[in-house]
């Protein structure tokens, strides 16, 4: 196996004999070839479109396929086998592109051994050259995010041809030999588009759930058992809050599912009732202590523990073997009842140390600019000094620490904007409010990275200034490819001198990162002393 699309890739340079985050070597060569099958149906599916023929149902396949390669989240070679399966029957259903179509037009596999045999002249290797390889990863993980963020948005009704069309287009470009600026437009272009689909995304959830409100949201459990609910799919918690009412359970929030209760739709649930343990990675010690079961919507999913596995469920794209999956039904309807009947089998949770009642969230571009009278005074008085974009992904490495000593360390005159599991590394500081304004403003998961941006858009209007004019620096965490995704799309902003750690990518090679120091002026973190002196005088 060779797989370098997560910032915990051993070495920093590529998982070779089975990946930190638990993927089987096996479990790497299915995901190589459902890829690359991928390819063949976009290379196809793009020719037919050309024609009037296409088939408008392949994009949103060829999105969630790629949503079931990225990092933690499906680790069962029964579901690959089954999307490989649906690959083919799509792209062979399509008419051929031409007499002389690449293979992953017409190959087929006639099971294990040929899937085995085929992924190592298909994977990321099979790319010789450093810099072709560097920018075909590079697009490949930022279509992985955008496939992951389209693949929300439709569950919620809204989709977008051109978004998943530029998917296809970015795959079916990796079959063809282009010259270098071509291949550093297409990055670009997937940055651009990752706007788009943030926006789609954005649009989606309030538009079903509401517009998020500044929301104090507690970390204390109850007396009931409860469902502990994580990931990232609203859609699943309104169906789960919405069979589980009057059961006599409770609904607890995990991880990227906080920011859930800031929507006016999930909080007229009463047995919802509060977030219960941090981020992803401290799902062996949580899960264990929860005592009920635990729904995985999404990544980011951890190989589970003997003590807590038979109380895992999965859904969506996620997986796990010998873990019970539930499908969706006619019309997406999922039904949980199996689930709910377990809870009331289990013994409440077990509180968690530091447990609070006050962890803010909900701060969508909605609620902040509600407030942008306040913030703008407040900018202007000099009560805030500057903003610090501290979104992302958090992970399990000690050097992580950076950010939870970066907010600590930060004056009193300054503000965090942030999204994603990122904030389980400062929200629980009690770094207070300035005039009202929270110091650690919550936009929601790294789904709503949206909400930054137009939150930024809004400051550099409200200032007459450009954005990259503003007093706002960038100090982000990224783990997996929805974060390569939005780094992605602020580059297509025009934002520079953005800070990225805990590392730099694996797959960026130098000559890769020359050209985004060189354009963006793009840097690793480096220490808590160095970094903020140097963002503070920005
Ligand atoms: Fe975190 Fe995991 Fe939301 Fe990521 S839970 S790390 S960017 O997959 O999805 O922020
Ligand atoms: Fe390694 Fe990350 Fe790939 Fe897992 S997702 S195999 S940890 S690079």
């Not at 309030?206 to 507690?218: Q, R």
């Not at 939870?404 to 904030?423: H, M, Q, R, S, Y």
């Not at 580059?491 to 990518?505: E, M, R, Y």
Request: charged share 20%; aromatic share 8%.
């Amino acid at each position: 196996m060779f797989c370098h699309q997560c910032e915990e890739t051993v070495k920093g340079t590529g998982c070779t004999i089975k990946g930190v985050c638990g993927k089987e070597d096996e479990i790497a060569a299915y995901q190589d070839v459902l890829v690359y099958l991928c390819k063949g149906v976009s290379v196809r599916n793009l020719a037919a479109m050309e024609q009037g023929n296409g088939n408008p149902d392949a994009g949103l396949f060829v999105a969630e396929a790629l949503f079931a390669t990225l990092t933690n989240v499906n680790f069962d070679k029964s579901r690959f086998t089954m999307l490989i399966t649906k690959a083919i029957k799509i792209r062979d259903a399509l008419p051929e592109s031409g007499s002389d179509e690449p293979d992953a037009c017409t190959w087929k596999s006639q099971g294990e051994s040929d899937i085995l045999a085929k992924a190592p002249s298909v994977g990321i290797l099979s790319t010789a050259d450093e810099d072709v390889r560097s920018l075909r990863s590079t697009l490949l993980f930022g279509l992985k995010g955008i496939s992951a963020y389209y693949t929300h948005a439709a569950v919620l009704g809204k989709t977008d041809a051109e978004i998943t069309t530029f998917i296809q287009k970015g795959l079916a470009s990796m079959l063809k030999d282009l010259p270098v600026p071509e291949m550093i437009g297409l990055v670009m272009e997937c940055g651009k588009t990752g706007v788009s689909v943030l926006a789609l995304l954005d649009e989606a959830n309030t538009s079903a759930y509401g517009k998020p409100e500044i929301t104090s949201v507690k970390t204390t459990v109850a007396k009931r058992p409860g469902v502990l609910i994580t990931g990232h799919d609203l859609k699943d918690l309104e169906m789960l809050l919405e069979q589980s009412r009057d059961a006599g359970v409770d609904v607890y929030t995990h991880g990227e599912m906080l920011p859930a209760h800031a929507y006016p739709a999930f909080r007229k649930y009463p047995h919802l009732v509060g977030n219960y343990g941090s981020s992803w990675w401290h799902q062996k010690e949580e899960f264990e202590q929860f005592n009920g079961p635990v729904l995985f919507t999404t990544n980011c999913l951890v190989p589970p523990k003997d003590t807590y596995k038979a109380r895992l469920f999965t859904t969506g794209l996620t997986g796990y073997p010998g873990v019970l999956h539930v499908e969706a039904g006619p019309g997406g309807r999922k039904d949980f009842s199996k689930i709910i009947a377990f809870a009331k089998t289990c013994q409440p949770p077990t509180p968690l140390p530091g447990s609070r009642n006050d962890l803010i969230t909900g701060c969508g571009h909605d609620a902040v600019l509600a407030l942008a009278d306040k913030v703008v005074a407040a900018v202007k008085s000099g009560d805030i000094k500057r903003f610090l974009v501290m979104a992302g992904c958090d992970g399990r490495q000690k050097e992580r620490e950076y950010y939870t000593e970066f907010a600590k360390a930060l004056p009193n005159d300054t503000v965090i904007l942030t999204a994603g599991c990122a904030k389980y590394r400062y929200n629980g500081l009690g770094l207070g409010t300035i005039g009202g304004i929270p110091r650690v403003i919550d936009a929601g998961q790294c789904n709503d990275c949206y909400s930054l941006v137009v939150i930024a858009q809004a400051l550099a209007k409200a200032f007459g200034v450009g954005i990259n004019e503003l007093p706002v620096s960038y100090n982000i965490a990224w783990y997996e490819q929805k974060a390569v995704l939005v780094l992605l799309a602020l580059l297509s902003l025009g934002v520079k001198d953005i800070t990225l750690g805990p590392k730099l990518p694996g797959f960026v090679s130098p000559a890769v990162l020359d050209v985004l120091v060189k354009q963006f002026d793009l840097k690793p973190n480096t220490t808590v002393q160095a970094d903020m002196a140097r963002m503070l005088k920005a």
